[in-house]
């Protein structure tokens, strides 16, 4: 299957050009097939009340709903990059894109909320095989600057697509079920695996090495377990579970570590980790990609709770990022390659920051759509900025038949940083906003009126306390009155926490990052060290 409408034999093999035949068509098919995990990973969250209401769904199945393709797309991208590397990156991609179509439709028309959770899970793996290898492909059937820019177009994309999922799926909802937003993926998948059979190329720099299956299986539990932590740390009475998964995943980290040290072919080798273009820029990219998501995440609930935005309208306020990602990229290519993967993603970072300080002294009540545009617009600008020499640092400091791993490091990078920060944002988000209701109580006339119970609900979340609102018309004004400056007090911990954590990443890579004569230099050895090293075919 994976030589199928492959092109003839010199244009997989031959290497003497910057990029493979039909170049256009081939990273337009790569594209595509990534563009598949960006956008379902990102359509779900706006139908979940829907789908709360079509099924009575507890708390806990709608996070399971929403988590449930990040989940099976993080836990597996190691495994099946490595399995990509050595069985063809090409015949992954066609199964993947293939198996993404049944999947898709069976979380369009599930019959239950638990077989739409599992439709997502197994979504999320056929995804596993699709994304890594995307990025995997192009590294290897573009050098030079041709590469930059292919990774350039295929992050800007990308990342676009994700950005604008919730625009979709808010214009879906308006005339259609919940279902609608499962569907939207299936004929992009067709379009994708047709693309792909005509026009990309096989066998370029894979691996002969067997893969190491057991490192495999405990990467699936560890990551795994780790996604689930995060995201069930900020579910209210979920700590027990959050705590066991979080022991299950660090448990399973020291396990792994052990096997890729005595592996004879570590499915993750840990001396080309160690490398400072890779592990910084592994690092870089989670912060950055954390940050999109965290203000995405932040953000919308801050456009409909507070502005009063639609859901169409919140969705369409994140077009200033998705475009500004999408033009920066070309740019963000050239400066890679003149100035160095360093100076791009410090300048990115800049971008990342500015982008929060703007939400944290401009996003108030009464906000204009200008104010809300330009501190999206300043996100997007960074991220456009930083994800190209994130990219382009982890696929150059690898080895030819390591690119799955790199691939895979760069999709862990979306949904750990995506995980991490909304985790992290939602938690100070609802802190903040309880202690500011409770202060909001304590000084109010009425205190001494308001039982235990409704305080509880009042000070859970803003959806809560707008419930006690229509219980008591009489007070409805105040209570969402104080509701709306309670998020603002909350956001703005959010937001402030957004600011250390840019902050915290700028100095790494400034600190740990190579200059650009300096990273020439290590990955031109690394380049000669790998080359040289048994087993490694090129």
């Known amino acids: 299957m994976a030589e199928m409408g492959s092109p003839p034999a010199t244009a997989t093999s031959d290497r003497a050009t910057d990029s493979p035949a039909r ?3 081939v990273l337009l098919a790569l594209i595509l097939a990534a563009a598949i995990a960006n956008l379902n990973l990102a359509v779900a969250n706006v139908a979940l009340p829907t789908i709360g209401a079509a099924f009575d769904a507890s708390q806990t199945q709608l996070n399971l709903t929403a988590v449930g393709y990040s989940l099976g797309l993080a836990a597996s991208v190691l495994y099946l990059g490595a399995l990509g590397d050595r069985y063809g990156r090409k015949l992954m991609l066609l199964l993947g894109a293939l198996a993404s179509i049944p ?18 899970v197994l979504g999320g793996i056929a995804g ?39 625009l979709l799926s808010g214009y879906l909802l308006e005339t259609l079920d919940w279902g609608s937003v499962f569907v939207v993926t299936v004929p992009l998948a067709v379009i994708a695996f047709v693309l792909a059979l005509l026009f990309v190329p096989a066998h370029i720099n894979e691996s002969k090495a067997a893969v190491d299956n ?16 995060i995201n069930f740390a900020v579910v209210p009475d979920s700590t027990t579970l959050a705590v066991t998964l979080l022991i299950v995943a660090l448990a399973g980290a020291v396990v792994f570590v052990i096997r890729q040290r005595r592996a004879r072919n570590p499915l993750y080798d840990l001396h080309i980790a160690a490398r400072p273009p890779f592990w910084v820029a592994a690092v870089a990219g989670i912060i950055v990609f954390g ?5 995405m995440f932040i953000g919308q609930q801050f456009l409909q709770n507070v502005l009063g935005y639609t859901t169409i309208q919140a969705g369409a306020a994140i077009l200033p990022a998705a475009i500004l990602m999408v033009l920066i990229a070309p740019v963000s290519a050239r400066m890679v390659d003149r100035t160095g993967s360093r100076t791009t993603l410090l300048l990115g970072y800049g971008f990342v920051f500015l982008g929060f300080l703007t939400m944290l002294l401009l996003w108030h009540e009464g906000s ?15 991220v456009g900025f930083a994800q ?29 940083g995506g995980a991490l920060m909304q985790s992290i944002f939602g938690a100070l988000l609802t802190a903040g906003y309880a202690a500011a209701f409770t202060a909001a109580i304590g000084a109010s006339a009425d205190a001494t009126t308001v039982s235990s119970s409704v305080e509880s609900e009042l000070t859970k979340s803003f959806d809560s306390a707008e419930a006690i609102a ?26 402030t926490a957004g600011l250390i954590a840019v902050l915290i990443g700028a100095a790494l890579v400034f600190i740990f990052f190579p200059r650009k004569d300096r990273e020439s230099a290590l990955v031109a050895g690394y380049h000669a060290t790998d080359t040289a090293a048994p087993g490694q075919t090129t």
């Not at 057991?214 to 932590?229: E, F, Q, R």
């Not at 940050?291 to 203000?295: D, E, R, T």
């Not at 190209?388 to 949904?415: C, K, N, Y």
């Open 388 to 416: 190209t020499p994130a990219a382009h640092s982890l696929t150059g400091s690898v080895p030819p038949t390591r690119l799955g791993m790199a691939s895979a490091t760069a999709d862990l990078q979306r949904d750990l």
């Open 291 to 295: 940050s999109l998501m965290g203000a």
């Open 23 to 25: 170049a256009p068509l």
């Open 103 to 120: 999947f898709g439709l069976l979380a369009a028309f599930a019959p239950s909320i638990e077989v739409l959770i599992v439709a997502r």
């Open 128 to 166: 596993g095989m699709c994304y890594p290898t995307t990025l995997a492909l192009i590294a290897a059937l573009w050098r030079g600057a041709g590469r930059t820019r292919a990774i350039a177009l295929w992050s800007a994309i990308g990342a676009a697509v994700a950005s604008l999922g919730p």
């Open 470 to 495: 229509k219980q008591y018309p009489q007070y409805a004004d105040q209570i969402t009155a104080a509701a709306k400056e309670s998020f603002l007090a909350g956001d703005q911990w959010a937001y």
């Open 214 to 229: 057991i490192g495999g299986i405990i990467s699936i539990v560890m990551v795994g377990a780790l996604i689930l932590a």
């Open 368 to 382: 204009a759509y200008w104010q809300v545009g330009l501190g999206y617009a300043l996100v997007g600008a960074g």
